[in-house]
């Protein structure tokens, strides 16, 4: 469920991930707020993907967690920061977690993705449908944050 952190007029908000139908909160949620900023359709839809494999990601390997999102401008431009936090273990190699078909220890062997309800692409899907990435450990667990800009910001990688 979604809450406002400061009363009908905030730009923050925060969804508690706790059970998979968590996930279909977090996409509408996500896609009305991208609406709200100026994101096109198409946009809002790619934000709604980021949202989602976010909320994937705490329930697979962080257990519970939460999802924030903020409307940001900045030197970039007009977007939305979504910040990731869980309550599981740090990565234990990130540079590999975002690679498609691999997990944070390494390729993923097929037949284990169909136990693992995934194909081992969400991270790296975050990262391409969005202008910057990063990851940082928090004392329960690790958060990641996600901007998404308006444009494209000329630092933003291809």
């Known amino acids: 469920m979604w809450s406002d952190a400061f009363g009908s007029h905030a730009q923050m908000q925060t969804c508690a991930v706790r059970e998979w139908v ?6 509408r949620s996500l896609a009305a707020q991208a609406r709200l900023v100026g994101f096109s359709k198409r946009e809002c839809t790619e934000l709604a993907i980021v949202g ?3 909320a994937s990601n705490i329930l697979k390997y962080g257990v519970r967690g ?7 401008e900045d030197a970039n431009g007009v977007g939305l920061l979504l910040v990731a936090s869980d309550c599981g273990p740090p990565f234990h190699d990130l540079e590999s977690a ?9 390729p993923i062997d097929p037949i284990e993705m ?6 081992g692409g969400g991270l790296g899907a975050v990262v391409r449908l969005s202008h910057a990435f990063s990851v940082e450990p928090s004392a329960s667990g690790k958060r990641i944050h996600v901007r998404r800009y308006l444009r494209r910001p000329r630092s933003a990688r291809p």
């Open 22 to 27: 968590d996930l279909f909160h977090v996409q």
């Open 52 to 54: 989602s494999e976010l």
């Open 66 to 72: 939460a999802i924030e999102m903020s409307r940001i």
């Open 98 to 106: 975002l690679k498609d078909g691999w997990n944070d220890r390494g």
């Open 114 to 119: 169909l136990k693992r309800k995934g194909i």
